[in-house]
């Protein structure tokens, strides 16, 4: 059981104010504990945790290639083994590095049954390097390289669902989570760690900077994508949904994407009710899929 009480993520790194991957880093650790050992990419946390010759991390680093983080670990771990030891080898990593660059080394990882735990901070694009869109950006969000304009409405491609691609790897435990709800990430994570074989958990980290919203207001950003519909914080065993967060009253879409710099165009000159009509449709597949309605007379 890890002690809750420890800070394994130092304060003082460079992040944004309000930066939701510095939340997720500080709470991964308080699940995993002391006895970890921990694999990054290169990415936002990377940066901005580890200007050399600072680091905020408490546990040993190691700061693998865009790709390859999970064949690093893979390498931890099969040393560890073999050296009778058990600490928990983690990889933390951001959805460029998850959803498109490192997918080969994922997937490689996972059929070997190598016993690691991958976790995605998601903030949606590749925010280190410019916004672009990732295959974990939202339908219809501007980036750099998904902009919205006159001939477009943003990125045109639905978000990947990488927790059901790693779940048809034969992955034990599978779960999503948001630094909204801190207690359900650091249990998670916890869980994780705790079972045998190659994990994945992928966290809703929202970006004040890449999304356009006030540092202020990242948790309630992360509210609302889940009271929406459009995360769905749920954990799967053996390929199985075991439990999904239930929400009471579902908001409308439109509360999320208003609030954000990167969805403006839907509002602007004129709300585009058509588009707004495609997302509200991918919520509502969300908590079908997942079970998630409430209903409450008010």
């Not at 295959?135 to 639905?158: E, I, L, M, V, W």
């Not at 359900?184 to 980290?205: F, L, M, S």
Request: charged share 25%; net charge negative.
């Amino acid at each position: 059981m890890a002690d809750k009480s420890l800070e394994l993520f130092d304060a003082g790194h460079r992040a944004c104010g309000g930066c939701g991957p510095a939340l997720a880093g500080r709470l991964i650790l308080k699940g995993s504990g002391e006895n970890t050992i921990v694999v990054a990419s290169t990415g936002c946390m990377e940066v901005f945790s580890t200007p050399y010759p600072e680091t905020a991390w408490k546990v040993p680093w190691i700061h693998s290639l865009f790709e390859n983080a999970a064949a690093v670990a893979s390498g931890v771990e099969s040393s560890l083994k073999m050296q009778g030891r058990d600490e928990h080898v983690i990889c933390i990593c951001g959805d460029g590095a998850t959803f498109d660059i490192g997918m080969l080394c994922i997937s490689g990882a996972f059929e070997r049954g190598h016993d690691i735990t991958y976790i995605c901070y998601d903030n949606e694009a590749y925010m280190n390097t410019g916004i672009q869109r990732s295959g974990a950006t939202p339908y219809d969000a501007d980036t750099t390289t998904s902009p919205a304009g006159k001939c477009s409405t943003g990125n045109a491609r639905p978000k990947k669902d990488l927790p059901a691609i790693l779940a048809a790897h034969g992955a034990p435990y599978v779960a999503t989570t948001s630094i909204a709800y801190p207690n359900d990430v650091i249990r998670k994570v916890e869980r994780a760690v705790n079972t045998e074989g190659p994990c994945y958990i992928q966290i809703h980290t929202p970006c004040c900077t890449g999304w356009g919203f006030d540092g202020a207001k990242t948790i309630d950003i992360g509210k609302l994508a889940i009271d929406t519909g459009l995360w769905v914080n749920f954990e799967m065993v053996d390929g199985q949904i075991e439990k999904a967060k239930k929400i009471v009253n579902r908001k409308p879409v439109e509360e999320y994407l208003s609030v954000q710099k990167r969805f403006r165009h839907l509002f602007r000159p004129e709300k585009n009710v058509d588009e707004i009509a495609k997302i509200q449709a991918i919520a509502d597949r969300n908590a079908e899929k997942y079970g998630i309605d409430v209903t409450v007379k008010k």
